[in-house]
């Protein structure tokens, strides 16, 4: 028997049909498209196949005798119909014997995002899926089964103005801005998961404004700031956390990572190797000040590996210790990170260099200026400056009270 022929459909015809060891295909001789496949095991299932811009598309109806032949000619002529007008108009609009995709969720677009972006693109892949799920679960967790469809810009700016009363401005525009990068990615016509709008687009309408930081801890803050720092009161392990940031000029973050295996005591350089939570391809060394030797050589090794041990690997968090600090002293709406901008504008008016500050802070990568020196013959500049600029606030330090 040939495996593709033409016959009248009827009932009896149809149910003449035996199976073979290959399934084969039918067509009927009165409608055009309209086709029958004959399974190995006897199943007998209507479908319609026309070309469609050229190529052979195939829609599967239903079962003989489940559908009838008259249903059978009717669907298939419907589907004839239907492309026939899409062709007039252009192949404008939908296909009609295009399978429609299922509606993704906020959900499954994010652990497409994960699989198919973060872990491709990302610098520390482990790093960023693990910031981005412990974001998506925080402010974004209760919409997880939410399709696309359903959220719409009134919802976006609700959840919004919901993050920013519970969590702060910042952190409402971070994951208003995070949402606005999902859609996109479901939208992308490289990915199309969706064919929708991104109804977080351009979501600066109703961002809350982030004035630029421009904080530093001020000399006339010097007084209350370090007699507090001095005092009992203080969390110890942060009270060397707060000093090697002011003698360092080091991120919160690269300081918890500190490892003795990264200090060099003896020549006094400290090799950061973590910088915005990223392992460093080219690590930052910063040379170390008299004031910064001593007090890791004061440090109780309370671990082999890190300076400033947590529970199960480095201290994660000073946060709370350091709210209670800054609420003791009295000074307000200074965040840890200003002492790192502090550091940087006390050696800027010592006369250093922006080269020596770039050195400094580790910004060697923004700047092609800073590339042409050697990171050795930089050294004992930026140790010079570091010794300049820290030196007003060792002599606060040490002032009595009264």
Known sequence: ??????????????????PETARYNVFDTGTRGLGIVVHPSGTRVFFHLKKVQGWPRRSTLEKFPDMSIDQARGKAAELNSKLAK????????????????????????????????????SKNPDHAVKYARWQFKRYLG??????????????????????????????????????????????????????????????????VAEPGRSRTLEKSEYRPFFQELRSRKTHAD????????????????????????????????????????????????????DEA???LKRRPRLDEEWVFPGRKSALTT?????????????????????????????????????EVIQQTLGHTEDSTATK????SDRRQEVRAALKEATRPMLRAAKRKNG
């Not at 040939?2 to 003449?16: A, D, G, W, Y």
């Not at 042409?372 to 990171?375: A, C």
Request: net charge positive.
């Open 1 to 18: 028997m040939s495996k593709t022929r033409k016959e009248n459909f009827t009932v009896k015809m149809l149910e003449s049909l035996n």
């Open 86 to 121: 899409w062709k007039s108009d252009n192949y404008e609009g939908a296909n009609p014997v295009e399978k429609p995709r299922s509606v993704p969720t906020l959900g499954d677009v994010f652990e497409h995002y994960v699989e198919h972006h973060l872990k491709a693109n």
């Open 142 to 207: 209760s919409w997880r089964n939410r399709p696309l469809p359903t959220i719409r810009r009134e919802h976006v700016r609700e959840r919004h103005d919901e993050i920013r009363k519970q969590y702060g401005k910042v952190t409402a525009n971070r994951t208003i801005t995070f949402l606005r990068t999902l859609i996109n990615h479901a939208i992308h016509p490289d990915v199309a998961l969706w064919a929708g709008v991104n109804v977080a687009k351009d979501p600066r309408k109703f961002l």
């Open 238 to 289: 942060m009270r060397d956390i707060t000093w090697l940031a002011l003698l360092t000029g080091q991120r919160r973050g690269s300081i918890l990572k500190m490892r003795w295996k990264d200090v060099d005591l003896r020549r006094g350089l400290w090799t950061v190797t973590e910088r915005k939570g990223k392992r460093d391809i080219q690590p930052h060394i910063i040379p170390l000040v």
């Open 293 to 295: 030797i001593a007090l």
């Open 318 to 354: 000073i946060k709370k210790p350091w709210q209670q600090f800054i609420k003791r002293t009295g000074i307000e709406g200074l965040t840890f990170h200003d002492l790192r901008r502090s550091l940087a504008t006390a050696e800027g008016d010592t006369g250093a260099t922006k």
């Open 372 to 375: 042409i020196y050697d990171r």
